[in-house]
């Protein structure tokens, strides 16, 4: 599949199988990963925790479950497109699927910034490269970014991390409940300028 012809396919999976991905296609989405531009080709300053553990998955589930309780909240960020009431029964901030795979980065004083380019090119990396298997993947920002707000139920201990690093994305991946259907590349969607 040439490059134009995946990215006719790749899209957000928000509904994922429950059987595991296999130990080949872990392989090769982390080699996607360890191929993707660092700035200053600092691949030390990037750690990657693959979770493949339910329980681990609810620890780090807490949080973005608590905060789906603010439904003012949950409307500020997700607009009226879903019945917040009906979704927070059965709210699972990685979507059900079997992998997810946190990105860390050492925090950054000398090039502040940096960190989140970083952890963009890798876990766009992963999820071209899902795409590329046939499997679903969807970035993971709200349950990190509910830690974050909820102290108290700050999780990300679980993660094992090195001393100095945070995890600034996730990308949870598995098998999608619906195949995928190719659509149209379109260049309306981000406003441009020439000059």
Not at 7 to 25: A, E, G, M, P, V
Not at 100 to 109: A, E, L, N, T, Y
Not at 135 to 156: C, H, K, Q, Y
Request: aromatic share 8%; proline share 4%; with cysteine.
């Amino acid at each position: 599949m040439d490059y134009f012809e995946l990215l006719r396919y790749r899209k957000s999976t928000r509904k994922f199988r429950q059987d595991q991905i296999s130990q080949d296609n872990l392989t090769a989405v982390l080699a996607a990963a360890n191929s993707a531009p660092v700035g200053s080709n600092l691949y030390k300053d990037i750690h990657l925790t693959v979770v493949q553990s339910r329980d681990v998955l609810d620890k780090l589930s807490a949080a973005a479950v608590k905060r789906w309780e603010d439904k003012a909240k949950m409307k500020k960020i997700i607009g009226n497109t879903l019945d917040i009431e009906l979704h927070q029964r059965t709210f699972d901030p990685f979507y059900g699927a079997p992998t997810v795979i946190f990105v860390s980065h050492r925090k950054q004083d000398l090039q502040p910034g940096i960190e989140f380019a970083n952890v963009t090119c890798i876990a766009y990396s992963i999820h071209l490269a899902a795409a590329c298997l046939g499997l679903g993947s969807v970035f993971i920002w709200g349950s990190l970014e509910a830690m974050r707000e909820i102290p108290e139920l700050d999780n990300t201990a679980v993660l094992n991390l090195p001393d100095d690093f945070e995890p600034l994305l996730g990308i949870a991946i598995g098998h999608p409940e619906q195949e995928f259907k190719a659509r149209d590349l379109r260049t309306d969607k981000l406003a441009i300028n020439y000059l």
